[in-house]
């Protein structure tokens, strides 16, 4: 596993300013947002404010301000092996073994 100098919150906060600035560069209200993503307004406001959100609430809220993308590489096994990978090794390009037999 990689190490991160990110801690969970660091990413939490990052996240709800990202998308804070996603929402006001497409001119959208926290209550036209709400309403074009289905998420409660509340829910909507709580996120802006402390970053806390449901994920489906998220998944919705990407939808709308067209970043639902971003997440398609999230928890990807083959990101994850080469993030866990010393630099030198990957750019040496030699592959180590996961499970089972090599062939």
């Avoid at 660091?10 to 709400?34: I, P, S």
């Avoid at 301000?65 to 997440?71: A, H, S």
Wanted: with cysteine; proline share 2%; charged share 30%.
């Amino acid at each position: 596993m990689a190490i991160s100098l990110k801690s969970p919150n660091d990413v939490l906060q990052e996240v709800r300013d990202r998308f804070k600035r996603r929402r006001l560069a497409l001119n959208l209200t926290q209550a036209g947002l709400a309403k074009r993503s289905g998420v409660a307004l509340g829910s909507l406001k709580r996120f802006e404010t402390s970053g806390l959100v449901a994920f489906d609430s998220l998944l919705k809220l990407a939808l709308v301000l067209d970043c639902l993308g971003d997440f398609d590489g999230l928890a990807d096994e083959d990101a994850q092996a080469m993030s866990g990978k010393p630099l030198d090794e990957v750019l040496a390009g030699t592959r180590t073994r996961k499970k089972g037999r090599m062939a």
